[in-house]
């Protein structure tokens, strides 16, 4: 669990001027399965509590940082205006623009050297 939570500080460093994040950002690291609702996922941003979840059960933390990016651009959008529920729908507009920036932002974070 400590180089995933070692790997999360370093990236959300990373991503955060990237992104214009503002303010604390709270991630929990869960080593067990998620559930939103009645669907299984591997992460989620809360737009109420501004808080995001991380699965890492039985996955490469590059997938996790994936998953993490992927809720950093909720957090931001939300920080443009307020989230609904129906705006992480699949193939919405919300949902296509983190699912693109998170993939953007995990090559960029790859092709930079790290200690």
């Not at 303010?23 to 941003?45: A, E």
Request: net charge positive.
């Amino acid at each position: 669990m400590e180089i995933y939570a070692k790997e999360v500080r370093q990236f959300i460093a990373w991503c955060r001027p990237r992104l214009g994040l503002k303010g604390p950002i709270r991630v929990t690291l869960v080593n067990s399965d998620l559930q939103q609702g009645r669907q299984r996922t591997f992460g989620f941003y809360d737009p109420r509590t501004h808080r995001i979840k991380v699965c890492i059960k039985d996955r490469h933390v590059t997938d996790c940082l994936r998953t993490l990016a992927h809720e950093l651009v909720h957090r931001a959008q939300a920080q443009i205006r307020p989230l609904t529920g129906e705006d992480g729908a699949t193939g919405s507009d919300i949902e296509n623009e983190a699912n693109a920036l998170a993939g953007i932002l995990l090559r960029l974070w790859n092709q930079e050297p790290r200690k």
